[in-house]
């Protein structure tokens, strides 16, 4: 099992940024893929960016551009920078780990952090 603790979420202004962590503790072995999913009031959880081990990385039309996903290896430690943030980008954010990209929802997961963006 891995542990994931995400951190850095908060309130920003509209076209501010933030920067989320995520620390991976436990059997980081199986965490060969890392990714970023969040969930606003009453919208389904998305997927918003992945990285692979190699650091291949995917994200949602909606942040692409704005967002970038980062990992360090050493550390089992994956970032997410927020750039240009927009309040429809409110959301609680989760990290998640998995074998692949492909199984990151049904994978291990961390509490969450509120992003909160005010207009």
């Known amino acids: 099992q891995v542990q994931l603790v995400e951190s850095g979420g908060g309130l920003v202004q509209a076209g501010g940024s933030l920067r989320l962590s995520c620390a991976a503790s436990?059997?980081?072995?199986?965490?060969?893929?890392m990714g970023w999913f969040r969930q606003a009031p009453g919208k389904e959880r998305e997927f918003i960016a992945g990285?692979?081990?190699?650091?291949?990385?995917y994200y949602a039309d909606s942040v692409k551009g704005r967002f970038t996903i980062s990992r360090d290896n050493a550390k089992n430690t994956v970032y997410l920078q927020m750039n240009s943030l927009e309040p429809e980008d409110t959301a609680v954010y989760y990290c998640?780990?998995?074998?692949?990209?492909?199984?990151?929802?049904?994978?291990?997961w961390g509490q969450g952090t509120q992003v909160t963006v005010s207009s």
């Open positions: 436990g059997r980081t072995a199986s965490s060969v893929a």
């Open positions: 998640a780990a998995a074998r692949s990209i492909a199984t990151l929802d049904s994978g291990s």
């Open positions: 990285i692979r081990w190699t650091g291949m990385t």
